[in-house]
């Protein structure tokens, strides 16, 4: 039950405003009482905390299916930016983006967010460390890293919102694509 509160509640932060997002709202979606909620989330921010932790378990174990499902003949780094473009918009990215911006104007989820986000990306940097050499500590690869990484989350709002077009896109994820080949290439050779 409680997998199930989760992913109900990472739909409807996908599909509604943070706002109406309510722990009663999800116990009506979810099929469940409000005692079954608070058995397993005696708060909101409890809940909310089970479902950044489980978006960004499962987002981890995207990242390193995603690294195996590279065909041999497709360059690592342009599968692994175009992979990850792709999550960025799908349904987790759309719920982890309405708590982004929710927590603009809510300190308690804002500390969890950033709390978790920093043991997020250490545990995704040991998997791009260990599965191709990602060297995160070299300094031009963590600017390249960041550079990728923040502009194709901003890109994924800027598609959202309807002010980026298809063409600025296609040369931006080219950009990315360079400028992580040419800082991992570097690293390597270093």
Same mark, same amino acid.
């Given at each position: 039950m409680?997998i199930?509160?989760l992913?109900?509640?990472? !739909?409807?932060?996908?599909e509604?405003?943070?706002?109406d997002?309510?722990v009663?709202?999800?116990?009506?979606e979810a %099929?469940?009482?409000?005692g079954?909620?608070?058995?397993?989330?005696?708060?909101?921010?409890?809940?909310?905390q089970?479902?950044?932790e489980?978006?960004h378990?499962?987002r981890?174990?995207?990242?390193?299916a995603d690294?195996m499902?590279?065909p041999?003949?497709?360059?690592l780094?342009?599968?692994i930016?175009?992979t990850h #473009?792709r999550?960025?918009h799908?349904?987790?990215f759309?719920?982890?983006?309405?708590?982004?911006?929710a927590?603009r104007?809510?300190?308690?989820?804002? !500390?969890?967010?950033? !709390?978790?986000y920093?043991?997020?990306l250490r545990a #995704?940097?040991e998997i791009a460390?260990e599965?191709?050499? #990602?060297?995160?500590?070299?300094?031009?690869?963590a600017?390249?890293?960041?550079?990728a990484?923040?502009l194709?989350e901003?890109?994924?709002? %800027?598609?959202m %919102?309807?002010q980026?077009?298809?063409?600025d896109t !296609?040369?931006?994820?080219?950009?990315?694509?360079d400028v992580m080949?040419?800082?991992?290439?570097?690293?390597?050779?270093?």
């Amino acid at each position: 039950m409680r997998i199930h509160v989760l992913e109900t509640t990472i !739909t409807c932060l996908a599909e509604r405003p943070y706002s109406d997002v309510s722990v009663s709202a999800i116990a009506a979606e979810a %099929g469940v009482s409000r005692g079954g909620m608070q058995y397993h989330f005696p708060t909101r921010l409890a809940l909310l905390q089970g479902a950044v932790e489980h978006l960004h378990a499962r987002r981890l174990q995207q990242f390193q299916a995603d690294i195996m499902a590279r065909p041999a003949d497709v360059d690592l780094i342009g599968h692994i930016v175009d992979t990850h #473009w792709r999550h960025l918009h799908e349904r987790d990215f759309r719920a982890y983006q309405e708590l982004v911006l929710a927590a603009r104007s809510e300190p308690e989820l804002a !500390t969890l967010l950033t !709390t978790r986000y920093g043991a997020f990306l250490r545990a #995704w940097h040991e998997i791009a460390r260990e599965t191709f050499g #990602w060297d995160h500590t070299d300094p031009s690869v963590a600017r390249a890293g960041n550079i990728a990484h923040y502009l194709l989350e901003g890109m994924a709002y %800027g598609r959202m %919102g309807g002010q980026l077009s298809a063409a600025d896109t !296609t040369d931006l994820i080219d950009y990315v694509k360079d400028v992580m080949r040419i800082a991992h290439s570097e690293a390597r050779q270093s």
